[in-house]
């Protein structure tokens, strides 16, 4: 039964598209028609958010990295299909895989 588990992707699925929610609601993807800038302030913010989920996230959770790779693809399809250029969508999956793949941190 061990083995299954460790395939399950059913919580990695959920937890990678919620994130993906999430930054569509803090920087919506631009629309066609405008170029809507963001304020460095309100991208840094955003990141820190997203990185402070994915962070908690891998603490709670056993990912191993069939589970990691997964979660990266599912947040990665997940923005393009929200309509995101492909540096973006780079960028952001690469940053949530540093944060989940960090060795967890011992609690002082």
Known sequence: MAAISWFNTKDVDEFARALAQDLLGRLPP???GT????TPE???NTRE???ARAAAF???QKLNWYKKAHLANTFKWALR???YDDKFVDA???DVMIFVSQKKKEEA
């Open 35 to 38: 170029n809507k800038k963001f």
């Open 42 to 44: 309100r991208l840094n």
């Open 30 to 32: 631009p629309t066609a």
């Open 49 to 51: 958010a997203v990185q």
């Open 81 to 83: 299909e929200a309509g």
């Open 58 to 60: 891998a603490r709670t």
């Open 92 to 94: 952001w999956t690469y």
